[in-house]
C-alpha cells in the first residue's frame, strides 16, 4: 500500500489521547460539490465542481486565504524585477507531499509543463499564455525546455513573462492549472499519477478514496506545511446537482454546507434559515453561446434577434429571483479598473419594442411563420438552469423562435460545447474580477472557452493591447472598446449577473462569503 494512503490509519492513531482510553473526536466537514467532479488532475480541470476539491489537494506557488484574496504558499517570498518580467519565487524547506517526500522546484516545472503541453489539452492553458513561449510550445511552434520557466536549484523557481501582468500572481494561488505535480509519482505512474491509490498531494488534505457519483473523501494530510493550523481531519465532497435534494440534505445537517440553492427560495429560506442563507454579488456572468461554425448563425441579425427577444428583466426578479442583475455585456459591474461599454444594452426599449425588431430582423434574415428558426437549445442541468431555459425558450417563441430544450449533466454539457456539438447553449463563467479574463470567452484564440467560435480580428487586437497596457485608464480604454465590438456583433450573449448564494450551517466557522465563492476547507472549522 502507497504511504499516502496509510496516513489515513495514522490520522486515526494520532486522535486518541494519552493512554488510549478515550478518543479525540474525529472533525469532519460534509460539502455539497454541486456535481461530479470529471477529473482530480490539476492541469485538466475544467469546472468549479473540481477546482474547490483541487485547492484543498494542492497548494501552488502561491495560495488563497478565506477572502480568496492571494496569499505566500509553497512560495515563501518572490521578487519582481523592475520591468515587471521576471518572478523569482523562492519555495519553503518544509514543504512536503503527503508521502513525506519534499516539494521541489522541479515539481513545479512538471506543473507548468504539463500545463502547455498540447498532449494535456488543459482547458486554462490560455491563462498562461503571458508566460514566455508558453502559447508557442502548446501550439507546437516550440519545445516545453523553450517555456519561460526554469529551476534555479532546488528551492528556486524563476519565471519569464511575455509581458508584465496585472493578475498572474492571482492566478497562480487560485487556478489548479498551475499547481505542481510530485515528479517521483508522474516518473512511475506517468498519466494515471491523478489516480485514487497513486496521487500525492502537498496541500492542507490528501485523497483517501473517491466513489463515483457519490463522494470524494480527503484526509488531514500531516505533512502539509500547517497542518498545525487545519482543524478538519476529514472533508467530504458530494454531488449535489439537484439543488431542491440538497436543502433538504442540509435542514437535515447531512450536508455543512453547499454552495447554492434553488431559485425562488431565497425569500422562504432567508426567513426560515436567515443565519445560514448567505449571498453576495458574484464575479460571474450567466449567458448564451450561439455556434457560429453553423451557417445560420453566421448572420448577426439572427443573433441580435436572439438577444433582443430575451427579457432579462423578468428573468433576474421573477424565474430566479435571487437579487441577480439583468446583463448587457459581457464584463459584470463592479469589475475593477473597468467602465463598461453598454453597446448592446436593451433595457431603455419597452419589451413590445424588442419583440417587434426581432421579428423584423428575422425576416430579413429569411425567416418568418413559414420557415421558422428552429434548433436545439441546450442547458445545464439543475433547477435554476431549467427555469431560465424555459422562460428563454417561451420568449423565443413570442417572436416565432422554436427552440427545443435538451438538458445535460454539467460535464457532459460543456464536452459537447468544446467540441461544437451543439445549435445553442447556456453558459456560466466564473472569473477573477477583471475583463480580462472575461475575453477569454470571445477571442479567437481561446479554443477551450469561446464555444461558439465568434472571431473578430479587431476585439483580438484591443484585447491585446489591454492586456499589456500597464497604465490602468489605457487598459480600461481598450477593453471598453474591444467590448463594444462583442456587444454590437453579439458574439456571446449575455444574460444575468448571478448572485454567489451558500447555504452555511452555524457551526462552521471561518466562511467568509465572497464574489468567487472560492471556499478552501483550511480555513474552515466545526464548533458544534
Not at 92 to 117: E, M
Not at 297 to 307: E, P, Q
Request: proline fraction near 6%; charged fraction near 25%.
Amino acid at each position: 500500500m502507497r504511504a499516502a494512503l496509510a496516513f489515513g490509519f495514522a490520522l486515526l492513531a494520532s486522535l486518541m489521547l494519552a493512554g488510549g482510553a478515550t478518543a479525540a473526536p474525529i472533525v469532519t466537514l460534509n460539502r455539497g460539490n454541486l456535481a461530479e467532479p470529471g477529473t482530480l488532475d490539476p492541469q485538466k480541470f475544467f469546472t468549479t465542481y473540481e477546482s474547490e476539491i483541487l485547492r484543498d489537494l494542492f497548494c501552488g506557488l502561491l495560495q488563497l486565504d478565506a477572502k480568496a484574496e492571494v496569499i505566500p504558499g509553497t512560495a515563501k517570498s518572490w521578487d519582481v524585477s523592475d520591468d515587471g518580467l521576471t518572478l523569482t519565487f523562492h519555495l519553503r524547506d518544509d514543504a512536503k507531499w503527503s508521502d513525506g517526500v519534499p516539494v521541489t522546484a522541479d515539481d513545479f516545472l512538471l506543473g507548468f509543463q504539463r500545463a502547455f503541453n498540447p498532449k494535456t489539452a488543459a482547458p486554462y492553458a490560455n491563462f498562461g499564455y503571458v508566460i514566455r513561449n508558453a502559447e508557442k510550445v502548446i501550439k507546437g511552434e516550440a519545445t516545453p525546455d523553450q517555456l519561460g520557466v526554469r529551476v534555479i536549484d532546488r528551492l528556486t523557481l524563476e519565471i519569464t513573462l511575455e509581458r508584465p501582468s496585472q493578475t498572474l500572481l492571482w492566478l497562480l494561488g487560485a487556478y489548479p492549472v498551475f499547481f505542481p505535480v510530485p515528479k517521483h509519482i508522474y516518473d512511475q505512474a506517468g498519466e494515471n499519477w491523478a489516480q485514487p491509490g497513486n496521487m500525492v498531494s502537498n496541500g492542507a488534505f490528501y485523497l483517501k478514496d473517491w466513489v463515483p457519483n457519490d463522494k470524494v473523501v480527503l484526509f488531514k494530510n500531516e505533512q502539509f506545511f500547517d497542518a498545525a493550523a487545519v482543524k478538519l481531519d476529514i472533508v467530504t465532497y458530494f454531488p449535489t446537482d439537484d439543488d431542491a435534494a440538497a436543502v433538504k440534505r442540509f435542514r437535515a445537517g447531512e450536508l455543512d454546507l453547499n454552495l447554492r440553492f434553488p431559485p425562488g427560495q431565497y425569500e422562504m429560506l432567508k426567513r426560515e434559515l436567515p443565519a445560514e442563507t448567505k449571498t453576495d454579488p458574484a464575479s460571474w456572468i450567466g449567458y448564451i453561446a450561439i455556434n457560429q461554425t453553423q451557417e445560420r448563425f453566421k448572420d448577426v441579425r439572427v443573433r441580435r434577434a436572439l438577444s433582443l427577444a430575451i427579457d432579462r428583466e423578468t428573468i433576474v426578479k421573477r424565474v430566479l429571483n435571487n437579487g441577480e442583475l439583468p446583463a448587457w455585456s459581457l464584463v459584470p459591474p463592479g469589475t475593477r479598473n473597468f467602465t463598461t461599454s453598454g453597446a448592446a444594452d436593451y433595457s431603455a426599449l419597452p419589451m413590445a419594442e424588442r419583440q417587434k425588431q426581432a421579428k423584423a430582423l428575422l425576416a430579413e434574415a429569411g425567416y418568418g411563420p413559414g420557415n421558422p428558426l428552429t434548433f436545439t437549445f441546450k442547458h445545464r442541468i439543475g433547477e435554476a438552469n431549467k427555469r431560465a431555459a424555459l422562460a428563454i425558450s417561451d420568449m423565443w417563441k413570442a417572436v416565432g423562435i422554436d427552440a427545443r430544450l435538451e438538458a445535460n449533466e454539467v460535464a457532459v454539457h460543456y464536452d459537447r460545447l468544446r467540441q461544437q456539438q451543439f445549435d445553442v447553449a447556456d453558459g456560466g463563467w466564473s472569473a477573477p474580477p477583471d475583463a480580462e479574463y472575461f475575453f477569454y470567452l470571445a477571442r479567437t484564440d481561446s479554443t477551450e472557452m469561446n464555444f461558439g467560435r465568434w472571431s473578430n480580428a479587431e476585439f483580438d487586437r484591443l484585447s491585446d493591447l489591454g492586456n499589456r497596457e500597464r497604465d490602468l485608464t489605457k487598459r480600461a480604454e481598450y477593453y471598453r472598446q474591444a467590448e463594444k465590438i462583442l456587444g454590437d456583433e453579439v458574439g456571446v450573449m449575455p444574460v444575468y449577473i448571478p448572485v454567489e448564494r451558500a447555504l452555511v450551517q452555524q457551526w462552521v466557522k471561518g466562511f467568509e462569503m465572497g464574489s468567487l465563492n472560492f471556499h478552501p476547507s483550511r480555513w474552515l472549522s466545526v464548533e458544534r
